[in-house]
């Protein structure tokens, strides 16, 4: 897997030379299956345990990172002291998340970042006293510090003496509000829910002062092979491309402390997916010059929670349809999934179902009733390439006349140029009105099929994209946020 990535940057990155030493260097010495040791700690909302299983933003994205690596996800949760003494001595062992500070530097391999966090002395709420400088924290009786954690250690080379430390954060709010110490010192990310599972509002603490803005990392011991950081940092770089990175933190962290590198903003991302979609309402259509619709609405809500920008454009369907099936990172909805497009696409969904039937004009004397029947009417209207034309020509039919712009065969319907309309619950009446026709002038003369319809990628688009879309998909699912925008256009899931 190791080779395939690299080879990937190899055709991509335009100083070739460095990279080919880089991928001569892994192929030689590149462990086929190092056992590392995995450590963290009780630490939310980055890791802690929650009804018997280890969760947390970061704990999360360790998981992916192993996942994609193909290795062993076996997290050891233990007191940070004793996992940190870990990795100063033992190889193969990585421990999360780590502040990566000047004197660690050297100590350590590093992968990230991962999150950025304010470290800030906290008072009590009621505590008049006014802690503006270093100077004035030094001079009071005692500030709580998590015991070898970064943040003591930043006190300890200030000079602090009046430090108070203990093994778990929790003990140190607890003293903090039960008056045996002063101040507390810990960070802006997971104040509040050490305070809440503390037992303690997080309303009766305070920030006074700011100490140091703060970068997190992966930790990976010295002794540890190169190779395996490098394989690390790739496949961190890749979730962060693809989205996944930000989709996993940001459930958990504020979008300011979210870091995809030192630098960048989560949306200054390399990775570009180019989204078309047709005008066919109500799954997509233009309204005074802006795409709407509810496909284009669950696709933008899946984009904004992986941090990736809105490339959606409305084109004709054949158009779409033959764009994602010649450029790379490319997708096209919503497309039905039939069996003879099965293998074309990589798939996401359903978006929604609908019922395909045959349609006539209300004063139409044609009846039909069955499939066989519909092969004796004369002219059977159609929509270009898309999937019901398709499905019908799998079945033979010969009777198809085909438009560029669906709604036209409203007009041919209406004047007697076809004898009957391919559509379906879902789009008809929306197609109906905007012909400039009531849904009420048409009659389901037959309904042939019930299908679902996706969102169709590229083929040849990572797994790792088509995994982390359809994982965010169900997400709102079973959020409601889904439900949400389907009540919007008036559409009731199955």
Not at 5 to 21: A, D, M, S, Y
Not at 91 to 103: D, G, Q, S
Request: hydrophobic share 40%.
């Amino acid at each position: 897997m190791l080779i395939d990535v690299v080879k990937e940057r190899l055709l991509k990155n335009t100083r070739p030379i460095f990279f080919l030493v880089a991928f001569l260097h892994l192929t030689v010495t590149c462990p086929a299956a190092a056992e590392l040791t995995l450590i963290t700690e009780e630490f939310p909302p980055l890791n802690y345990t929650e009804k018997g299983k280890l969760t947390g933003a970061m704990t999360d994205v360790v998981r992916e990172i192993t996942r994609r690596l193909g290795i062993a996800d076996d997290i050891q949760v233990m007191p940070w002291a004793r996992g940190y003494k870990r990795l100063l001595t033992e190889p193969n062992t990585v421990l999360f998340t780590t502040a990566r500070t000047e004197a660690r530097e050297s100590l350590f391999h590093w992968v990230g970042p991962l999150h950025s966090a304010r470290i800030e002395l906290y008072a009590r709420k009621s505590d008049p006293r006014q802690i503006d400088s270093i100077e004035a924290a030094m001079q009071v009786r005692a500030i709580a510090t998590y015991r070898d954690d970064v943040r003591e250690q930043l006190l300890k080379s200030l000079g602090f003496t009046n430090l108070d430390s203990s093994n778990s954060p929790h003990s140190d709010i607890r003293k903090l509000m039960s008056g045996r110490v002063d101040l507390w010192i810990f960070d802006n990310v997971g104040v509040q829910q050490v305070a809440l599972e503390a037992g303690i509002d997080p309303q009766e603490i305070k920030a006074v002062l700011t100490l140091q803005h703060q970068l997190s990392y992966i930790a990976i011991s010295k002794p540890t092979s190169p190779a395996i950081v490098y394989q690390w940092q790739v496949t961190l770089d890749e979730m962060k491309a693809d989205g996944t990175f930000w989709w996993l933190t940001r459930k958990w962290l504020p979008p300011d402390a979210v870091r995809v590198s030192e630098r960048q903003t989560p949306t200054d991302t390399p990775f570009l997916l180019r989204l078309y979609t047709e005008d066919s309402p109500p799954s997509a259509y233009d309204e005074n010059g802006r795409i709407k619709g509810l496909s284009v609405d669950i696709v933008r809500e899946i984009l904004r929670r992986i941090g990736q920008p809105d490339t959606i454009a409305l084109v004709p369907w054949a158009r779409g349809y033959q764009l994602v099936q010649s450029e790379a990172d490319t997708a096209l909805f919503s497309t039905t999934r039939l069996p003879q497009r099965e293998a074309m696409f990589s798939w996401v969904g359903p978006l929604y179902r609908q019922h395909w039937g045959f349609y006539r004009w209300h004063a139409s004397p044609i009846r039909i009733a069955d499939i066989e029947a519909a092969r004796q009417v004369k002219r059977i209207g159609t929509y270009r390439q898309d999937a019901k034309m398709q499905y019908l020509q799998a079945l033979g039919f010969e009777n198809l006349v085909s438009t560029n712009k669906n709604i036209t065969n409203l007009t041919h319907l209406q004047r007697g140029d076809i004898d009957l309309w391919v559509s379906s619950d879902f789009n008809m009446p929306y197609q109906a009105r905007q012909a400039g026709a009531s849904p009420d002038q048409l009659a389901l003369a037959y309904r042939f099929h019930t299908v679902g319809n996706y969102i169709a990628f590229a083929k040849g688009t990572s797994p790792h994209v088509i995994r982390l879309w359809q994982a965010v998909l169900d997400e709102m699912k079973s959020d409601g946020s889904y439900q949400r925008i389907c009540r919007e256009y008036s559409y009731v899931p199955e």
